[in-house]
């Protein structure tokens, strides 16, 4: 028997402004496209309460969204949108991803009061961000900054900037631009200085596997080549094992009908550690159907990365 469409439908969000605009942007394209009846429900998760601590000594990503499932489970939400990043690699059991919405700018932002860039940092200048993905990657350009945690929602990471409390900080382009923020943009930086994260700029709407009728709405708003280059990239994170105490990037772009896909690894406790890298590409039809091979191209470049010295830093990974 199909699950019959929830009306009003709840969208169970984070009540932070862009996951609320998250929230608002999804409720939007269902009400437009197909009449429905949406509310959201605000909550706050310990992803957002904790901001001492780095995520990968709280338990990783999987605090920003476990409320949220919670309250899908007790049907007092009926789906969560998430930005994709902030996603565990497994979902819990009786979960789906029913649909990712095209994607907004993946790479990273440069965000700075009086540097146009990283390369015209001092000596010694100060930068936040709490991603090791992050950190890695600014510390193989640069060894010499003194890189600093910085957690809470954007809003927050840029008042602290504005404090002068850091030279400059690292963002995701895609929030800033979804937000309105674009010109707090120095530079973006090019996937080859700075590869961005698997899913980032991306957002995904999850639901109960037995709302069957709304996971088949929702799947009418799946961006093909998004869905293809993420589940490319979220197969390397679940190949390794990704977590926040990895430094690891993963990216999928195309080029033309191939689908090209580079990952990189960081040794979690010693930045300066060589990055291994890795790159695959191979043609892939721009179709749900299609979803395996574009995993496949993921797991070749897991293959490589392991070749490539890459188990030795997977062996260094603190203990959970």
């Known amino acids: 028997m199909t699950a019959p469409l929830p009306n009003p439908c709840i969208i169970a969000t984070r009540e932070s402004r862009l996951a609320l605009w998250q929230a608002e942007h999804?409720?939007?394209?269902?009400?437009?496209?197909?009449?429905?009846?949406?509310?959201?429900?605000?909550?706050?998760?310990?992803?957002?309460?904790?901001?001492?601590?780095?995520?990968?000594?709280?338990?990783?990503?999987?605090?920003?969204?476990?409320?949220?499932?919670?309250a899908l489970e007790e049907d007092r939400a009926h789906l969560a949108v998430h930005s994709l990043k902030d996603v565990p690699m497994v979902l819990p059991d009786g979960f789906v991803l029913a649909a990712v919405l095209e994607r907004e700018d993946p790479r990273d932002a440069w965000v700075s009061p009086r540097h146009a860039d990283i390369a015209s940092l001092p000596q010694g200048a100060r930068v936040g961000t709490s991603s090791l993905r992050r950190v890695v990657q600014l510390k193989a350009l640069r060894p010499d900054l003194d890189v600093q945690p910085l957690r809470g929602n954007l809003d927050t990471r840029?008042?602290?900037?504005?404090?002068?409390?850091?030279?400059?900080?690292?963002?995701a382009a895609a929030g800033l631009k979804r937000l309105g923020l674009g010109e707090r943009i120095r530079c973006v930086i090019d996937p080859g200085v700075m590869l961005p994260a698997a899913g980032q700029g991306a957002l995904g709407i999850e639901v109960r596997q037995d709302a069957t009728a709304l996971r088949a709405l929702v799947a009418q708003h799946i961006?093909?080549?998004?869905?293809?280059?993420?589940?490319?990239?979220?197969?390397?994170?679940?190949?390794?094992?990704?977590?926040?105490?990895?430094?690891?990037?993963?990216?999928?772009?195309?080029?033309?009908?191939?689908?090209?896909?580079?990952?990189?690894?960081?040794?979690?406790?010693?930045?300066?550690?060589?990055?291994?890298?890795?790159?695959?590409?191979?043609?892939?039809?721009?179709?749900?159907?299609?979803?395996?091979?574009?995993?496949?191209?993921?797991?070749?470049?897991?293959?490589?990365?392991?070749?490539?010295?890459?188990?030795?830093?997977?062996?260094?990974?603190p203990e959970a």
Do not use: N
């Not at 992803?47 to 000594?57: E, H, P």
């Not at 840029?158 to 963002?171: S, T």
């Not at 990189?264 to 930045?271: I, K, N, Q, V, Y």
């Open 223 to 317: 961006d093909v080549g998004t869905w293809l280059s993420v589940h490319a990239e979220r197969a390397v994170s679940r190949a390794l094992g990704g977590s926040c105490s990895m430094p690891l990037a993963a990216f999928a772009q195309w080029d033309g009908d191939e689908l090209v896909i580079e990952a990189r690894l960081g040794h979690p406790l010693d930045a300066s550690r060589p990055i291994v890298r890795a790159l695959a590409r191979a043609q892939v039809l721009r179709t749900l159907d299609a979803t395996q091979d574009a995993e496949a191209l993921g797991l070749e470049v897991v293959a490589q990365l392991r070749a490539g010295g890459g188990d030795d830093l997977l062996a260094a990974l």
């Open 26 to 70: 999804v409720r939007d394209l269902l009400g437009a496209r197909h009449g429905l009846a949406v509310e959201l429900l605000g909550m706050t998760t310990r992803g957002d309460q904790i901001l001492d601590r780095a995520l990968s000594k709280v338990g990783g990503k999987g605090l920003f969204v476990k409320e949220l499932e919670v």
């Open 158 to 171: 840029l008042r602290k900037l504005d404090e002068g409390q850091y030279d400059g900080i690292v963002l």
